[in-house]
């Protein structure tokens, strides 16, 4: 069993031996496997959407339940004002017109239109419940709806900070992104149907001039072309065996033909997520391969191999490459203001990278709105389920002297000259300080308490306290229900 094993591994390993002799054989002329292999991982990276940006709608749903919350609490009268139905909406309202309006009067206006619309329908509301009508008379209304209007002033300023600020960063890593992506890798805005329409770049008089970097329209499906094309003089594979990059003319006409393979080869690439450092780093890695090549005296800074004609990057067997000396800072005559497809993806990341930190802020933004959600729900809440309005007791105010029970005076009157039996009644106040010698007064203040506990006065039979202050006869107290006991410490007679 184990030399059966043994014997199959090794035809295996034998096959793929052969197989890898073969493969060598039939690349004896490669040359830029290692730049191609960069370049499709660059750009199957410019194919993705960027991984850490998000949309740049935002949820609405506070500021609109908030708005229908708001105007559902308003005055009915002023409620009256708005339609209940988008049909019903003024394009020029009676309100916005005449002087001393502010410019954005319609817009406002318009929103309180939408408010009213919003809060007849209940899904707009907390746990799509509507109020019941006891909240419009209850003093509960009014502070909701101060605390409401609080927070949909904060909610609309959150979303007003986001749409003029974060939503336009947002947006521009969406289509304009793509678009600029597409302009610089396939010299086109959209995105190719197919490999064989991927490159929409022109030759232009010949092969050097055709590979310059900054040779417009710049885009990168011309740079691989440059690496790895066939045509006259060279006609050998330099971007290994699989791939024949021929190129029709090098003066003139569509190099869509010659990308084709290239294009279809660089989709069998894996690569990373999109991100603005992702791109960045697959850009400095496909530049990091330029090199410096002499020819007929002259430097060149170049991707690829150079050719032995008299220009680093025109016809020569077994060369190619793309001139990049006009954007090297070193060869350059002056300050380099040229745009490239190189230029374009730097500028790309950037605007990824400010995606990238947007939607950090969109999602601060979402956090306080819900923080906001939070809140408005827990006051709607109370509202729901708040219970009937009371009216509101009306004020106390201590009873005068003729209005006090005559039990009680007779009690205090009873304590003359008694500062130790006095102090201790509870409806007695001592006036004689450290004398021994002074009648005691009523604390009118103990009998209005009582009062509002029990009822009122003489007479008043309702609701029986326990401490007796309705009754002005100690026997009536002792025979009522609740804490007798009580009754001889309230009306304590010495």
Not at 67 to 83: H, T
Request: net charge neutral.
């Amino acid at each position: 069993m184990k030399a059966r094993v043994f014997k199959t591994a090794l035809i295996l390993s034998l096959s793929n031996l052969a197989t890898i002799i073969t493969v060598n054989a039939n690349d004896t002329n490669t040359k830029h496997a290692a730049e191609l292999d960069s370049f499709c991982r660059l750009l199957t990276l410019t194919e993705q959407a960027p991984a850490k940006v998000e949309t740049a709608e935002l949820d609405q749903t506070a500021v609109t339940t908030l708005a229908a919350i708001n105007m559902s609490l308003s005055e009915l009268v002023w409620r009256k004002q708005f339609p209940t139905t988008a049909e019903g909406k003024s394009a020029d309202p009676e309100y916005c017109k005449g002087q001393n309006k502010p410019a954005n009067c319609k817009e406002i206006w318009q929103a309180w239109e939408d408010a009213a619309i919003a809060a007849e329908k209940t899904d707009n509301l907390p746990g799509k419940l509507e109020l019941p009508s006891s909240v419009f008379s209850s003093p509960l209304r009014k502070s909701a709806l101060q605390d409401v209007s609080a927070l949909l002033a904060e909610a609309t300023a959150i979303t007003k900070a986001y749409t003029s600020r974060t939503k336009p960063e947002l947006e521009a890593a969406g289509q304009p992104l793509r678009t600029k992506l597409n302009m610089a890798v396939f010299g086109k805005a959209a995105k190719p149907n197919s490999a064989a329409d991927a490159c929409d770049a022109d030759a232009a008089s010949d092969r050097q001039t055709t590979c310059t970097i900054t040779k417009q329209p710049s885009a990168a499906c011309t740079t691989a072309v440059c690496l790895c094309g066939e045509q006259g003089a060279q006609d050998q594979k330099i971007c290994t065996n699989d791939i024949t990059a021929t190129v029709a003319n090098w003066g003139s006409g569509k190099l869509n033909s010659a990308f084709q393979p290239i294009f279809a080869k660089c989709k069998q690439t894996k690569t990373a997520s999109l991100t603005s450092a992702s791109l960045l780093a697959a850009i400095a890695d496909f530049t990091s391969r330029s090199k410096q090549a002499i020819v007929s005296a002259t430097a060149y800074v170049i991707i690829g191999t150079a050719s032995s004609s008299t220009h680093a990057c025109a016809t020569s067997q077994g060369a190619g490459c793309v001139d990049l000396a006009p954007i090297a800072g070193i060869k350059a005559g002056s300050t380099i203001t040229h745009k490239t497809w190189l230029s374009e993806l730097e500028e790309a990341a950037q605007i990824i990278a400010t995606a990238e930190a947007a939607t950090q802020a969109k999602k601060i933004a979402e956090s306080r709105l819900q923080e906001l959600e939070k809140k408005y729900a827990a006051i709607y809440t109370q509202l729901l389920y708040a219970p009937a309005d009371v009216a509101p007791s009306p004020p106390t105010t201590p009873k005068k002297t003729d209005e006090i029970p005559t039990a009680m005076q007779q009690s205090c009157t009873k304590h003359k000259n008694n500062k130790k039996d006095c102090t201790e009644e509870n409806n007695c106040i001592w006036k004689g300080g450290e004398s021994d010698k002074v009648d005691g007064e009523v604390n009118t203040t103990k009998v209005a308490e009582q009062a509002t506990q029990a009822g009122t006065g003489e007479g008043e039979t309702r609701g029986a306290d326990p401490n007796c202050g309705q009754y002005t006869d100690p026997e009536k107290c002792a025979k009522a229900p609740g804490k007798r006991r009580r009754a001889k410490t309230l009306f304590a007679v010495g």
